[in-house]
């Protein structure tokens, strides 16, 4: 696609800076080991494939989540953002999960979308405190506004952290926000925030090999399949 | 009275099924079963239908009347028994008498539950409906609250540990991988349940001191049995099963009311009346399905019917004395742990997976060895209606 970089210097919103988010590796019920690292610009079409047959899936809301999700990475990837980021858990080189953000300012912060591709092993709730923490130790900020669009992120956020509920419109629309302030996050942080740094050199080659990504009908599966949680 | 066999089990596998009504998943199993059966084109008399919660989950009463319709199985009598996640067993014995009486000669029990129609909590709140209305239900009680409470008395007066439970968990969910029927198919690492520090978020505390794999998943299911006189049943190609001991016992409807909230009385009574009719000891049962809707329940019913003294349970389990291969299989299936536990097919799935492991046709890594004789244990309310069956072997 021709870019007009004249016109780009118009039409991209400024960035405030962001420091990176160091990769970290959590052991999962299972046994395996879910490296979660911060993903870059150019991964963004290869991430897309996996988030691409979620759409089609009405289960527990994974059409609207993902959905819109896919927009969000489509509008950092064309840098129609400001100050998008998105980290990514990977099993074996394998995509599990996808989360997203941004900041609104440089004291508050924008959670956007928690995708969980495998599901039963708590990678929603692992991606989603992984989120969490960039916003507050890696990048300061005083808050995060959030809002739920299933029942599942509603008990894994509204309720388990917990969240405080605000008057603040959140830009996805729909309710109002809650909010993670820095009390809330440090008290929280014992139970529910977890992982090793440095991630083993074998397992960091792994994750930033090529992203591998399951076929559509496995991913249906895990998330809408008979077995699903 | 006559000695009564079981001839036909079949069962669907249990998880999320979405597409499925309830009176789909209880027709396939029906279907299943009877066709297993090999009763050509002999109907049956009776229909038995275990169900707990359609009145609330599906707004749907009188279901044994629309599914004896929907099987083209008119005009068998047919009855709904509901009596909480005990009736499938339930069921079977009103099958089983009817037959035992001669009043009846081919009966199909069915049990079924579509629990995943509604979110968790609202499923956790149907299955708290059966606690006491007055003394427990409105201050919030849960079954998974009142198995945490239970849990904490019976770690401390029978020295129960977490390694204990978490033995319980890993060979059930180990167990659920090697059954199609499972709902939970995914076998646990130690590590990461339990000595990682990452294991606090995997497997977080649902009702202290039980942690999230300590619980049975919430699922949709149905199992379904035929069962005749033992005299009709030796005609038939497969071997029948005797359902050789039956015994049923309640108790206090609340656990405060009890001597010893840890004695659980209705579990001893019930598996002492079902030895007793099947002329066996517990040491004479060559494997057992018994109610794991929480870990600590197989530990303790592990005890209360024989298998093991007070106190010794978890010991064995950690001891791997429970596992295939093990001094009393308990559980191959994987149990309610991992198989799923949709409250009216409990029952009856547990008795369909004793039929496979007593006429040997499970696979290799499933299978106990010459199994003659197979116990279960289903436990309504938090042991307040208990029942029990022996299975045998028929040499035909």
Known sequence: ?229 | MRDVAIIGAGMIPFGRRDEDTLMEMLAYASLKALDDAGLGDKSVDAVYVANMGAGMLQHQSAIASSLVDRLNLLPAAADTVENGPASGASAIKNGLLAVASGYYDYVLVVGGEKMREVTGWRATDFVATMTHPQAEYPYGITLPGMAGMFTRLYMEKHRVTREHLLAVSLKNQEMGTLNPYAHVEMALDREGVFDSPHAIVNNPVSADPLHLYDLCPVSDGAAAIVICPLEMAKKLSKPPVLIAGFGQATDTHTLQERDDPTDLKAVTLAAKQALEMAKLKPSDISVAELHDAFTILEIAESEHVGFFKKGEGGKAAAAGKTRLGGQIPINVSGGLKARGHPVGATGVAQVVDLVWQLRHELPENRQVKNAQTGLTVNFGGFGNNVLSFVLKRVEQ
Request: glycine share 6%.
């Open chain 1, 1 to 229: 696609m021709p870019v007009d970089m004249e016109l780009e210097a118009v039409l991209r919103p400024m960035q405030y800076p962001m420091p990176p988010y160091p990769p970290k590796v959590i052991t999962l019920a299972n046994g395996k080991k879910m490296v979660i690292r911060q993903a870059v610009r150019e991964d963004v079409p290869e991430i897309l494939k996996s988030v691409h047959p979620c759409l089609f899936i009405e289960r527990d809301y994974y059409d609207v989540v993902s959905a819109r999700l896919y927009g969000e990475l489509l509008a950092w990837y064309r840098h129609r953002v400001k100050s998008e980021y998105c980290l990514m858990g990977q099993v074996d080189g394998y995509l599990v999960g996808v989360v997203n953000g941004r900041l609104e300012n440089e004291k508050v912060g924008m959670s956007y979308h928690t995708l969980a591709i495998d599901r039963g092993l708590r990678i929603g709730s692992h991606l989603f405190a992984a989120k969490m923490e960039y916003h507050m130790e890696y990048m300061n900020q005083d808050s995060v506004l959030i809002v739920a669009e299933s029942p599942i992120g509603f008990r894994r956020w509204m309720i388990e952290y917990p969240l405080e509920v605000t008057k603040i419109p959140h830009e996805l629309g729909g309710g109002d926000s809650y909010q993670l302030t820095r009390e809330i996050y440090f008290k929280a942080k014992p139970r529910l925030v977890v992982g090793d740094r440095p991630v083993p050199q074998e397992l960091m080659d792994e994750a930033m090999a090529d992203i591998k990504f399951a076929d559509d009908d496995t991913i249906r599966e895990r998330i809408a399949g008979l077995k699903g949680r």
